[in-house]
Structure formats: structure tokens, C-alpha cells
């Protein structure tokens, strides 16, 4: 069953501030049935990168914490390490990070605790929900906690094409185990034509993945994490990534952590020969469970046309139901074996 959801009205915010709307939004999506006295509630959040604009601003989150207390909660803010190079690899970092950008104890009343501990290895393990596939490593405080509240800035991503919810969840709630898994087929490759042997990439790997031979850059495929983290790096675009297959493959993976089907609204890449993206999505708008709006040029014709889509779907719940439960009937966690069975009962037959 499809989730309501809540937004709020900009013209209100003028007059009544948006905490104040936020207290309103968040009775109305039920939070006070799933808090009960004494839970310690996990605050979901993405801290952000240091030096990056890219997060939740703290007065939204100071009202979220105030309101689980007032319903009896002990809220805690929270975040899991990352893979790659930079201020949120370890616990130190990432508490470090989160102060930087208002995410304190002083600043929102309540403390901020790294979910999967000093080195990204704290986890309580479960069982995959698809059958075959290796444990899910779940950050231990946020499997811990009584409850969560999952607060997500919504932001195009280079691999899971978007980055909100479900990718806050997915990926953000896993220790650095199972973000390797979810990492493992997307590693970066060197073109050696465009590689200067400038050494840049060398020092933005976090795992020594990468070492300079005969002048040009060689990329360790035992040790690499798949993190793409150099692709920032190269300032002569020599480290390059497998589109084609990889963001499909971390896609599928991070499912498994979010374990949800939810409606989608795709915009499909307009200007490959193939119109590969095209086909894909007309999979999901055949069996009900997507709709497509056309990838133009003009910047306000494209906000239009996505405007218009998605005011339609914020204005049906009945169709978003249906769209959420034809994704769910499409999707095949048990694939690859089903058809290795077919290719048996074939070759017995």
C-alpha cells in the first residue's frame, strides 16, 4: 500500500515560518502514533560533505527532536561513514563533519552518535530479503534504535539517478561492508590515452587502490572499493565508469537494503542513438508502475512538463497505490534463478 504524502504550502510558510509547518506536517503523517515513552529514536540523516550546501538545514531537524521529546522519545542524530576520501570516512571525521554544519547537542538538543561506529564496522547482520544473496550489514545504532525518523534532502545522483529517501535508507544506513557489496561491480577503469600521470588520483584513493606504472595510472581491482571517488579527481577525465551496466547493478543492491517498491516518474536520457533509456522505462509505464515525461531541451518547458506529472500524482493516492503495487507485482528478486531452472528443466527435457 502506497504512503501519503505530505507538503507544505509555501504561502503559509511566509506568514507562520516552516518549523512551525513542520510540527503540523509531521502530526498529519503520524509520527505521534510511532513514538512511545522512552524510545530512543534515531534521526536519520545525510550530514553533508564538508565544504558542500547539500544537506537538511538545522532548524528543521532542532523541530523533529523536539517534538519525538515531547512525545516521550530520546532522540539521537545520526549518519554512517562513507567509502571514499574525505572528512566522513571515520567516526572522528563524521562527528566533526556534523558539527560544522549545526548538527550538535548545543545546537538541536540532541547528541549526534556515528551509526556504524569509530571505523564503519559496528553492524548487527540479517538475512538478505533476497534469497541467495549474502547477510545485510546493518549500522548497529540505527538497528538499535526503537525507532527511526528518516529525514532526506532530495538530489540527482550519478548512479542511483536519484538520492533521497530510499537511498538515505538503503545506503546510508549500511556499515562500510555492505556498502562495498552494493559497490562491488561499479569500479572506476583508466583510458590510458587521456592519463597525464599526474599522480591526482593516487592521492584522493582512500584504499591505495591506484598506483602510477610507466607513467600512466593503474587501477587495482582487488583493492579497489568501487566507490568512484577518483572520477572527481582527474582533471583530464581519464578515469572513467561503466554506465551502462553499473548504476543498474548498485541500484539493485541498495534495494535490498530499502526493500521497498515505490510509483516513478522517469526522464529518460533523450539523446543516445539507441533510446535504451526509452525502453527501459517503457517497462515500467506498460505494467502500470511508472510514467515518463520527455527530456527536453528548454529548462522551464522541462520543469513544466515534470510539474505537471507529478501535481497530477500528488493529487491521486488511489494511483499512486495502484503505480506502487504494479512495481512491487513487476519486480523479480528470485530472476536469475528462475531462469537458470528454465535452462535446466530445458536441457532435461
Known amino acids: 500500500m502506497a504512503s501519503p504524502v505530505h507538503l507544505l504550502s509555501l504561502t503559509q510558510s511566509r506568514r507562520k515560518g516552516i518549523p512551525a509547518l513542520l510540527e503540523r506536517l509531521l502530526e498529519a503523517a503520524g509520527l505521534p502514533g510511532h513514538i512511545a515513552e522512552g524510545d530512543i529514536t534515531a534521526l536519520k540523516l545525510h550530514v553533508g560533505e564538508p565544504g558542500n550546501t547539500a544537506y537538511i538545514r538545522p532548524p528543521f531537524v532542532e523541530t523533529v527532536a523536539a517534538m519525538v521529546k515531547r512525545l516521550g522519545g530520546r532522540p539521537f542524530l545520526t549518519d554512517t561513514t562513507t567509502l571514499y576520501t574525505g572528512l566522513r570516512r571515520n567516526g572522528l571525521d563524521l562527528i566533526r563533519a556534523a558539527e560544522l554544519h549545526g548538527f550538535s547537542s548545543i545546537s538541536i538538543g540532541a547528541p549526534f552518535i556515528p551509526a556504524d561506529g569509530l571505523k564503519g564496522d559496528e553492524a548487527v547482520t540479517v538475512p538478505s530479503p533476497v534469497e541467495g544473496n549474502p547477510p545485510v550489514h546493518l549500522a548497529a545504532a540505527l538497528a538499535k534504535a526503537d525507532a527511526l525518523v528518516c529525514m532526506s534532502h532530495f538530489k540527482g545522483h550519478e548512479v542511483t539517478g536519484i538520492g533521497g529517501a530510499l537511498k538515505n535508507l538503503g545506503m546510508g ?11 562491488a561491480q561499479s569500479k572506476p577503469f583508466v583510458e590510458p590515452s587521456r592519463c597525464t600521470g599526474c599522480g591526482r ?8 587502490a591506484i598506483e602510477l606504472e610507466e607513467g600512466k595510472a593503474v587501477i587495482a581491482e582487488s583493492a579497489c572499493t568501487g566507490c568512484a571517488h577518483c572520477l572527481l579527481a582527474c582533471p583530464e577525465n581519464a578515469l572513467r565508469f561503466h554506465w551502462d551496466r553499473a548504476p543498474a547493478d548498485v541500484q539493485r543492491r541498495m534495494a535490498e537494503y530499502a526493500a521497498a517498491g515505490v510509483p516513478s ?3 529518460p536520457y533523450p539523446y543516445h542513438k539507441d533510446r535504451h533509456q526509452y525502453r527501459n522505462a517503457g517497462k515500467l509505464v506498460e505494467v502500470g508502475a511508472a510514467v515518463i515525461v520527455d527530456d527536453v531541451a528548454d529548462a522551464q518547458d522541462r520543469a513544466d512538463r515534470l510539474w505537471e506529472k507529478l501535481e497530477g500524482l500528488m493529487a491521486d493516492n488511489e494511483r499512486r497505490a495502484r503505480m506502487a503495487q504494479a512495481c512491487r507485482r513487476a519486480a523479480r528478486p528470485h530472476a536469475a534463478r528462475d531462469i537458470a531452472q528454465r535452462l535446466l528443466e530445458m536441457a532435461d527435457a
Open 173 to 183: 544506513c549500511s556499515t562500510k561492508a555492505g556498502k562495498l557489496y552494493m559497490h
Open 265 to 267: 516518474i522517469c526522464l
Open 201 to 208: 588520483c593516487l592521492e584522493w584513493c582512500a584504499w591505495g
